[in-house]
């Protein structure tokens, strides 16, 4: 019975989608830039802004957004959004995300990154969406590349 019970779920998905007419495809989740608002002695703060974009003809409604981000081969650290957003239909919502990271282990990769102004990384994660029919989706996601990385205020403070 429970073999049943596993494969009747991915169908009883799609054919909610099917019988509402739609058809899911998955959103793409990109890093657009960062955002250095502050450093210290012990490590820093960055707002990293996501685009989610939505191919979809309906409205994705995200619950949970994690993920993982490595700057030259080195773990910066882990973040978990959990507050409600939205991306309309063929939209893109942005989201900035607030990562605390310590020097322990990243600090050339860093301090690297700052001299040249952009951010080298690897970005995986996690986003859970409420599809139509009360069913949730969760879609992985990887991304590398490089991004612009802005500098807000002064760097060093003395706290």
């Known amino acids: 019975m429970r073999v049943g019970v596993r494969f009747a779920v991915p169908i009883l998905a799609g ?12 959103p793409d989740i990109q890093l657009d830039h960062a955002v250095v608002r502050g450093i210290d002695l012990t490590g820093g703060n960055l707002d990293l802004v996501v685009n989610v974009q ?20 080195s773990h910066l650290g882990d973040l978990t ?58 879609v992985s996601f990887t991304h590398e590349g490089r991004v612009p990385l802005i500098t807000r205020k002064a760097i060093l403070s003395d706290h």
Request: a negative charge; charged letters at 10%.
């Open 81 to 138: 959004y959990d507050s409600d957003f939205a991306v309309s239909q063929n939209g893109t919502t942005t989201l900035t995300l607030p990562l605390r990271f310590g020097w322990s282990g990243v600090g050339s990769a860093v301090r690297a990154a700052l001299s040249y102004g952009d951010l080298p990384y690897q970005m995986k994660g996690q986003l859970t969406l409420a599809l139509p029919g009360g069913l949730n989706q969760s």
């Open 15 to 26: 054919a909610a989608c099917t019988s509402l007419g739609l058809s899911f495809k998955e």
């Open 54 to 73: 939505n191919p979809n003809n309906f409205t994705l409604h995200g619950t949970k957004l994690q993920l993982g981000l490595d700057v030259e081969g």
